[in-house]
C-alpha cells in the first residue's frame, strides 16, 4: 500500500515539476521572442516578427554555420579516438573494466571550466607542451598553439569525450561475439568484418555518442572564450551576448528557440535511426 501512495504521487509530482521547470520556462522564451526591445533595453509588449527574420541576415548564419561546422569537427575527432577505445576497454578482462570505467567517469568530477584551464595551461606559450618539445629540441621556438581552431578544437573534444566512449562502450557490450568468429570462419578479411557486422551493430552507440557531443558542443561558450580568444564564435556565445551584452532578450529568445528546434531535429533523427535499425536487424533474423 506504501509503495501504490509513494508511486502516485510520484506520478502527480512528475507532470507539476516538467510543468513549473520545463514547459512554462519555454513557453515564457516563445513568448518572449516575439515580442519587442525597448530603449532600455528591457521587453516591449508589441508583438513582431522581426526577431526571426533577422535571424536569416548572413552574418548570423555565418555564426550559425561556423558553430555547427566547429562542433562537427569536434564530434567526428571525438569519435575517432572513442570507437578503437570503447572497443579495446570491452575486451579487457572483465576484472579491470570497473576500474578503467571508473578512470573514464573520473573528469566528470571536476568543474569543466576548471579542467578547460588546465588545458591552457598545457598549450601555452611557456606551457607543458612548448616547454617539453623545446627540451627535447624538437622545436626552436614556443609554437603558437593557443587562439586558434585547433584548440578550440581540443578543448572541445577533451571535455566531450567520456560522452562518446560510454555509449560506444555499452553498444559493444551488447555485441554478439560469436558473430564475429562466424564471419572469420567464413574467410571475411578484418575489414569486412567490421564494415558489415561490427559497424551496423554499434550504429546506435555512434549515434547517441555523435549527438552527446554535437549538441553540448554547440553551447560551451567558454571554450571559446578560454582557449579561442573569443575567434571561434559557437551558437553558445552568440546567445551568451544577447541575454547579457547586447540585452536583446527577444532576439536571445528567438536564436534559442532556433538551437531548441535543432535539438528536436537531432533526436528525431536519433529515434528514426533507431526504428529503422531495429527494423532491419528483424528482417534479418
Given amino acids: 500500500m506504501r509503495i501504490n501512495l509513494f508511486t502516485m504521487a510520484s506520478m502527480g509530482l512528475l507532470p507539476l515539476w516538467l510543468g513549473l521547470f520545463t514547459l512554462l520556462p519555454t513557453l515564457m522564451v516563445v513568448a518572449v521572442s516575439f515580442l519587442h526591445r525597448d530603449e532600455a533595453g528591457l521587453i516591449e509588449l508589441v508583438l513582431t516578427f522581426d526577431n526571426y527574420r533577422r535571424l536569416l541576415d ?4 555565418k555564426v550559425f554555420g561556423h558553430s555547427l561546422w566547429l562542433a562537427g ?3 567526428l575527432l571525438s569519435l575517432l ?3 578503437p577505445f570503447a572497443y579495446l576497454l570491452s575486451r579487457v578482462r572483465p576484472l579491470w573494466r570497473p576500474a578503467l570505467l571508473t578512470l573514464v567517469v573520473i573528469p566528470f568530477w571536476t568543474n569543466s571550466l576548471i579542467r578547460i584551464y588546465a588545458v591552457r595551461s598545457l598549450l601555452a606559450a611557456k606551457g607543458t607542451l612548448n616547454t617539453v618539445l623545446l627540451a627535447l629540441g624538437l622545436i626552436d621556438e614556443p609554437v603558437r598553439l593557443l587562439y586558434t581552431h585547433s584548440a ?3 578543448g572541445l573534444v577533451y571535455v566531450l569525450l567520456p560522452f562518446m566512449i560510454l555509449p560506444l562502450y555499452s553498444s559493444f557490450e551488447k555485441l554478439d561475439r560469436r558473430l564475429i568468429e562466424a564471419a572469420r570462419d567464413l574467410g571475411a578479411s578484418r575489414f569486412a568484418t567490421f564494415w558489415n557486422i561490427m559497424l551496423p551493430l554499434t550504429t546506435p552507440g555512434i549515434v547517441a555518442g555523435s549527438l552527446l557531443v554535437l549538441l553540448p558542443a554547440l553551447g560551451m561558450f567558454y571554450v571559446t572564450d578560454v582557449l579561442g580568444g573569443a575567434r571561434d564564435l559557437l551558437i553558445g ?3 551568451k551576448d544577447q541575454f547579457l551584452e547586447a540585452r536583446d532578450w527577444p532576439f536571445g529568445a528567438a536564436a534559442s528557440l ?13 529515434a528514426f535511426s533507431r526504428r529503422w535499425l531495429t527494423s532491419g536487424a528483424e528482417s534479418d533474423v
Fill in 58 to 61: 548572413p552574418i548570423y548564419l
Fill in 73 to 75: 569537427i569536434a564530434t
Fill in 81 to 83: 579516438v572513442a570507437y
Fill in 152 to 154: 578550440v578544437t581540443i
Fill in 237 to 239: 556565445n552568440f546567445l
Fill in 258 to 270: 532556433l538551437v531548441i528546434a535543432l535539438l528536436f531535429l537531432l533526436l528525431s533523427v536519433y
